[in-house]
């Protein structure tokens, strides 16, 4: 039976218990700003640049202005700093000339305050401010200010798409200023910027430029965190065996410094990708060894891990109930209702586990409890809907492979799969998602098959090959992560379409489920060969119709 629960894996990344994924960031005080959290640049401390303090002789009658633009600064409040904009504008007309430090600074300043608001051409604003401090910043002799001036002028860059200067700009501060004297956390800041903008291959081009100074001359702590975003990039590109020997340093080193956060992450980590490769059992060693960290610290990371070593488990043949036992000690160390994310992504993972060994009752009511608090999740409706989509899509897979399971027709269960597909296609089909699943699409072409609507049955067949084909080179069809770009992919040599992040996910989409990959695989590689613009389209498409539907579903009774 074909497991629904790894087609939604690639929306929570593997990754998000890592240290350098937690917030680190100053409570605000002030107005809240508007932007989305993860794209503002958080590590530039506010309390880092110098209090504005223009020569006296130009702004003795704008002292009470300028200490009350330094304080909004402070606290962040950036709708109140904007409301002083015109007058710091007049001000550093004045000071270019005689204090270009000060100026510089409060360029930044009101750049920050632009890049943060958002609004409507903030970030092109932001730049013009940025590239002003910049120049202050040369003319005053103020590595400072220039190196955080370009650090965010190359994020608006990068959220603009002209990642091309932002990499010029960065190139530009190293002749300036050498790379000596870069501060580790500004290098760090602007591969996060790049690994954010899904750039990795110009985020590990930075890194690994900086190499030699991150092993030589970096404190431990600065090091442990470049060893695991190179690892971590490597490991979204799929090369595992680099990826591993950064982590491998990262271990390290925080064993070293008793860093046991970083080496419960570390550990983690290595579990992920040994399972992604198959290898189980190293896996498993991995993982154990976090959790028996985390457990030790009380951690609430515990649950995470919980689930990482039930997908391992589950991914092995005849270790299902093994893999059950995991997603339910995570969903143990929450209070029935809770909506916290971990347990509901645990009750999700439960429902697919059950019905890979046909425990269709414990899987629908795993796969209802989640829908049901997935509704509660009030504070991010975005993230409740999908799993509320996730959990939908799944509940309709295990009715339609329940109805598979038995010898005489029924109805009810095939109905009652189709109503929760659809209810699945409704939401992923919404403008706020993403789009539709495209496993889904298979589902509801069997489903209407099942229930005698052959039109409707083609119709999502024709959708299901169409969007398999237009997935992708970066798109795994095992456990339907999504990996960089230039990942290194494992593609099937018969079709040509299907591509896996590893060997192992390869080997296990060609034979698990009835209608695995090996099953799929010809009529994926006739659709690709078809040509829109013959005219014996339409006799092809029919004729693979009939193969699939006649053929691959002719054991089930209509």
């Avoid at 608006?156 to 870069?182: F, N, P």
Wanted: charged letters at 30%.
């Amino acid at each position: 039976m074909r497991d629904g629960g790894n087609r939604h894996a690639g929306t929570h990344h593997p990754h998000f218990c890592s240290e350098s994924h937690t917030n680190s960031s100053p409570k605000k005080m002030g107005k809240k700003s508007r932007r989305s959290n993860w794209n503002k640049p958080k590590d530039i401390p506010v309390v880092a640049l110098p209090a504005v303090a223009a020569p006296r002789q130009v702004i003795t009658s704008a002292a009470d202005d300028v200490a009350t633009f330094n304080q909004l600064y402070k606290s962040q409040d950036w709708e109140g700093l904007l409301e002083l904009e015109s007058k710091m504008i007049a001000l550093t007309n004045r000071m270019e000339s005689l204090d270009p430090r000060a100026a510089g600074s409060i360029n930044f300043m009101l750049g920050r305050a632009h890049q943060e608001l958002g609004r409507e051409g903030g970030i092109e604003q932001a730049s013009l401010y940025y590239q002003k401090a910049i120049e202050m910043a040369k003319k005053a002799g103020n590595n400072d200010i220039l190196t955080k001036g370009v650090i965010c002028l190359s994020q608006c860059y990068v959220e603009m798409g002209r990642v091309d200067e932002a990499m010029d700009l960065h190139k530009s501060l190293c002749d300036e200023i050498g790379k000596e004297s870069l501060n580790p956390d500004d290098i760090l800041r602007f591969a996060d910027i790049l690994e954010k903008n899904h750039d990795h291959s110009r985020a590990i081009t930075i890194l690994e430029e900086h190499l030699g100074a991150i092993e030589s001359s970096w404190e431990k702590q600065k090091q442990c965190r470049a060893y695991e975003m190179i690892a971590r990039i490597y490991s979204d590109k799929n090369d595992f065996a680099k990826s591993n020997v950064y982590y491998e340093r990262q271990l390290s080193i925080a064993k070293e410094t008793k860093n046991v956060e970083s080496e419960a992450s570390a550990l983690h980590s290595l579990g992920h990708n040994y399972g992604r490769t198959g290898e189980y059992g190293n896996a498993m060693a991995y993982l154990e060894q976090a959790l028996l960290i985390e457990s030790e610290r009380g951690d609430d990371k515990i649950g995470v891990i919980y689930c990482a070593m039930g997908d391992v488990l589950v991914a092995q043949e005849g270790r299902e109930k093994e893999g059950i036992l995991m997603f339910q000690k995570c969903a143990e160390l929450f209070e029935e209702g809770d909506t916290s994310e971990e347990r509901i992504w645990a009750l999700l993972k439960l429902g697919h586990a059950y019905t890979t060994i046909e425990a269709w009752d414990d899987a629908i009511a795993s796969q209802e409890e989640c829908i049901s608090n997935a509704d509660s999740i009030i504070e991010d409706e975005r993230l409740g809907n999908q799993f509320k989509a996730s959990a939908k899509q799944s509940l309709g897979n295990t009715y339609l492979a329940k109805y598979e399971s038995l010898p005489e027709r029924n109805d009810e269960l095939i109905s009652k799969a189709l109503f929760w597909s659809e209810a699945a296609f409704n939401l992923q089909n919404s403008k706020e998602a993403e789009g539709v699943n495209h496993a889904l699409f298979l589902d509801l072409a069997q489903e209407h098959y099942f229930l005698g609507d052959a039109e409707k049955a083609h119709l999502m067949l024709k959708e299901y090959l169409e969007a398999t084909v237009k997935l992708g080179p970066s798109h795994c069809q095992s456990c339907c992560q999504i990996c960089a770009k230039d990942a290194i992919m494992e593609k099937c040599s018969v079709c040509k379409v299907a591509r896996y992040c590893s060997q192992a996910h390869s080997m296990q989409a060609w034979q698990k489920g009835r209608l695995c990959h090996k099953v799929m695989c010809p009529h994926l590689k006739r659709w690709r060969k078809i040509k829109p613009d013959k005219e014996t389209t339409t006799d092809l498409r029919h004729a693979l119709y009939s193969d699939f539907f006649e053929r691959v579903l002719a054991s089930k009774p209509k």
